[in-house]
């Protein structure tokens, strides 16, 4: 049986980070890993200019839903990315872990999110890179 690896991206609202570093892999990662992603305490609807710095490059990110990070969600996944989560990210012997430091794109110009865009882009390609389909 195949394993296909799984990554989880959390950050508080799951509205701009998570949701932008969650289409990136699922834009360079296609079907191989199992992407999700969550926030410790999400709002109710994406950041609009996350959607708009996304689209830029093709990505659409708009059928995507914040969600709430739950314990099944994090202990079912092999990587576990957070972005300022803080205490809520429950920690699960065995996995691999980053903590990405990121500028929050909440409120935040455009300009601003396109740079937040594009340094999720970098990280996730390395990331990507570090990661192989186990079988």
């Not at 980070?17 to 992603?37: E, F, N, Y």
């Not at 609009?48 to 830029?56: F, H, K, N, S, Y």
């Not at 839903?65 to 990315?81: F, G, H, K, M, Y």
Request: glycine share 8%; aromatic share 4%.
């Amino acid at each position: 049986m195949t394993h296909k690896p799984s990554v989880l991206f959390v950050c508080v609202h799951n509205a701009g980070r998570s949701q932008m570093a969650a289409g990136w892999l699922r834009h360079l990662a296609g079907d191989t890993i199992d992407v999700r992603s969550a926030g410790s305490a999400p709002t109710d609807q994406i950041n609009p200019t996350a959607v708009d710095a996304m689209r830029e490059v093709g990505i659409d990110i708009t059928g995507q839903t914040p969600t709430r990070l739950t314990w099944d969600t994090a202990e079912a996944s092999d990587v576990i990315i957070t972005m300022g989560c803080g205490d809520a990210c429950p920690v699960f012997p065995g996995k691999r872990y980053e903590d990405w430091k990121l500028t929050d794109p909440a409120g935040q110009p455009l300009d601003i999110v396109r740079q937040v865009r594009d340094d999720i882009k970098t990280r996730v390609t390395d990331l990507l890179a570090s990661i192989e389909p186990q079988s």
